[in-house]
């Protein structure tokens, strides 16, 4: 989570994505900021299988300890596992998820 640094604001920005570009906006005072090479967004977007099925696994793969996904209150399926909190991962607009417990790795859907 990033905040505006500009004229005292210290509002929260909100990501915005321009063409093909990750950049910050300031919905106070307008200020932008560009992203680095540390900043990632997955929230909201969906993962497809088309041109981006690399990064796709990649993200599910790694989803596990995503901090800032999604948590909902759901049984991991892993029989060994005791974990209630799990991680959604959108992977469709319809509402279509996948689940991740972030304790075993178990993902389900």
Not at 9 to 28: A, M, P, Q, W
Not at 45 to 72: C, M, P
Request: proline letters at 2%; glycine letters at 2%; charged letters at 30%.
């Amino acid at each position: 989570m990033r905040f505006c640094e500009k004229y005292n604001c210290n509002n929260k920005l909100t990501s915005i994505i321009r063409g093909d570009e990750l950049i910050y906006r300031c919905f106070v005072c307008f200020e932008e900021y560009e992203s680095s090479a540390d900043d990632t967004l997955m929230v909201d977007e969906y993962l497809q299988e088309n041109d981006t099925i690399y990064k796709s696994k990649n993200y599910l793969l790694n989803a596990y300890g995503d901090t800032i996904s999604e948590l909902v209150y759901k049984n991991c399926t892993n029989k060994e596992c005791t974990e209630t909190i799990v991680r959604v991962v959108k992977v469709d607009p319809n509402g279509q998820a996948i689940y991740v417990c972030p304790t075993c790795r178990e993902q389900f859907i």
